[in-house]
C-alpha cells in the first residue's frame, strides 16, 4: 500500500509540473513595456544629431531643410534644442524645449524669442506634419502619456496611450506598436479629439549604436491632409556631455551652436 501511495505522489507531482508548464506567462502590463522600452532604447543622458526634414504635399516635395537636435536629460526634466542649419530661408530658427511645459521658438527675421503657449503647442512645426508636442515622439518620449497594453501577439505588443492631462491633449488616444524582437516601436497612430484616424508615424532601418538604437528614416503621414514629412537620420552621438548653458534662450539665437 505504501508503494501505491508513493506513486501516487509522484504522479501527482509530474502532472503539477506539466501543468505549471503549460500555463502561459504572465502578460507585461503597458507601463512595464514602456519602461522597457526606454531601457532598450531611450536610456542615454543626452544626444546630438543630423537630420534632413523632407515635406510632402501629396507626392510633390515641398521643403527639404537641415536641423541639428541636441537633447539631455537633466534628473527627470528632458531638454531639447533644434536649430535649423539650411537652406538660407530658414537657417538659424531654433525651437528650445527646456522641460516642465516650458517651450520657447526663436524666428531670426524678427530677432525675438516667443514662449509657445499651451494652446499654440497643437499647431504643425514649420509646416511639417509634428506638432510642437508631437516633437517628443522624435525620441519616443511617452512621460506624459499611461500605456495600457490592449493586444499582444508573438511579435509584438500593442499599446493605448493617453495623456495624463486630458486638456492639453491634441488627441483622443495613441497606439503604439513595440516588436518583442528588440523592444523597438516602429508605429505609432494618432486618432484626433474627434477619434478619427488622424496620422501614423513609422520607424525604418532601425541601427544599433553601441548599447542603443536609432532609426535611421522616420516618416510621419497625415492621413486626412494628405501630406507626408520624412525624416532622414544622421548618425548620432550618445551620452556626450552638453553644458548648461545650451539649453537657454541665449543659446537659441545663436546662428550656430558649440557643443
Do not use: C
Amino acid at each position: 500500500m505504501g508503494k501505491v501511495y508513493g506513486h501516487l505522489r509522484v504522479l501527482a507531482l509530474v502532472t503539477a509540473l506539466v501543468m505549471v508548464g503549460a500555463l502561459p506567462a504572465l502578460a507585461m502590463t503597458g507601463q512595464e513595456v514602456i519602461d522597457r522600452v526606454k531601457d532598450e532604447y531611450g536610456d542615454f543622458q543626452s544626444q546630438v544629431v543630423t537630420m534632413n526634414i523632407k515635406t510632402y504635399d501629396g507626392k510633390s516635395l515641398v521643403t527639404d531643410r537641415e536641423v541639428i537636435l541636441l537633447t539631455r536629460k537633466s534628473g527627470d526634466v528632458e531638454q531639447s534644442l533644434i536649430k535649423f542649419l539650411a537652406p538660407k530661408d530658414v537657417e538659424g530658427v531654433g525651437l528650445l524645449d527646456q522641460g516642465d511645459d516650458v517651450m520657447h521658438m526663436y524666428l531670426p527675421e524678427f530677432n525675438k524669442v516667443r514662449r509657445i503657449a499651451g494652446s499654440a503647442k497643437s499647431g504643425n512645426f514649420m509646416g511639417t506634419d509634428f506638432t510642437y508636442n508631437d516633437m517628443s515622439f522624435i525620441n519616443y518620449d511617452t512621460s506624459d502619456y499611461e500605456a495600457t497594453l490592449i493586444d499582444e501577439t508573438n511579435e509584438v505588443y500593442e499599446l493605448e496611450l493617453r495623456t495624463i492631462d486630458d486638456k492639453d491633449s491634441s488627441y483622443e488616444k495613441v497606439l503604439m506598436t513595440v516588436g518583442k524582437s528588440d523592444w523597438f516601436p516602429t508605429k505609432v497612430v494618432f486618432y484626433n479629439t474627434e477619434g478619427k484616424l488622424q496620422k501614423e508615424l513609422t520607424a525604418y532601418d532601425v541601427t544599433p549604436y553601441g548599447k542603443y538604437k536609432y532609426p535611421k528614416r522616420l516618416e510621419m503621414v497625415d492621413i486626412l491632409a494628405d501630406h507626408k514629412t520624412e525624416i532622414h537620420i544622421g548618425d548620432p552621438e550618445f551620452d556626450r556631455e552638453l553644458d548648461d548653458n545650451i539649453f537657454t534662450t541665449r543659446t537659441l539665437q545663436r546662428s550656430r551652436i558649440r557643443y
